[in-house]
């Protein structure tokens, strides 16, 4: 399967601070990745869809001014976290799918991240 | 609105049994389907993946798919205790490629 690495792996912020968060595919060139959120002890959420060179696709109730999101190569999405608070902590997590018709989708270790 | 339902569990198995996880979906024109495995803490990662009526083996793993009934079901044989995790159910329905989580189902399996 494909290879999804981010990092950093968590991260701890001040409450009003952006923080960003990258996502490589490693073994292919990946013109579509996603980004999920996972709050504690419930599922995955999706947040918005990156697309290489045009703008992200973003899910009803996702604040697209909050969670910047750049797709500036095939091999690398990054979601900044702008202004942080509190209730942004959570697990985010990325992924990319084969490009083939299965629509397989192969997800990145995760961020943890915790806002004080 | 494009539904995947799982019970939540726990379910709980004795080491050694068969454990089984169902998955419902809402979708008719639902195309492929996922079993992705997620420990506590960790991402996803995917188990297996099935297209086509009926079961599909690997190693201990059978995913089985009944697009008339709308259910796909995981079986796991000779369940270990590293399969305690949560089983999540993911159905696509085609065109752009995004898939519909259900919310899981966490598995113990018992020592």
């Known amino acids: 399967g494909a290879v999804v690495s981010q990092h950093p792996s968590w991260v701890i912020c001040k409450s009003g601070t952006s923080v960003k968060i990258e996502c490589r595919s490693l073994?292919?060139?990946?013109?579509?990745m996603f980004w999920y959120r996972q709050f504690p002890k419930q599922s995955l959420m999706l947040m918005a869809t990156?697309?290489?060179?045009?703008?992200?696709?973003?899910e009803q109730g996702v604040e697209k001014d909050k969670f910047l999101i750049n797709h500036a190569s095939l091999t690398l999405s990054t979601l900044t976290v702008t202004s942080a608070h509190p209730e942004d902590s959570s697990f985010y997590i990325c992924?990319?799918?084969?490009?083939?018709?299965?629509?397989?989708?192969?997800f990145g270790p995760g961020t943890r991240l915790t806002v004080l | 609105q494009k539904e995947v339902e799982q019970n939540s569990g726990p379910l709980s198995v004795p080491e050694g049994a068969i454990a089984s996880l169902n998955c419902t979906y809402s979708?008719?024109?639902?195309?492929?389907f996922f079993w992705y495995r997620q420990y506590s803490g960790k991402s996803p990662e995917l188990i297996m993946s099935?297209?086509?009526?009926g079961d599909k083996e690997d190693g201990r793993f059978t995913a089985q798919l009944n697009k008339a009934s709308q259910y796909v079901s995981l079986l796991i044989r000779d369940s270990q205790p590293s399969d305690s995790a949560t089983y999540l159910c993911?159905?696509?329905?085609?065109?752009?490629?995004?898939?519909?989580f259900g919310t899981g189902t966490k598995l113990q399996v018992i020592p």
């Open positions: 979708d008719r024109v639902s195309q492929s």
């Open positions: 073994d292919f060139q990946a013109t579509t």
């Open positions: 990156s697309n290489e060179g045009s703008k992200a696709t973003y």
């Open positions: 992924s990319d799918h084969s490009g083939q018709s299965t629509d397989t989708q192969y």
């Open positions: 993911a159905v696509n329905s085609g065109g752009y490629q995004k898939v519909t």
């Open positions: 099935i297209y086509s009526n």
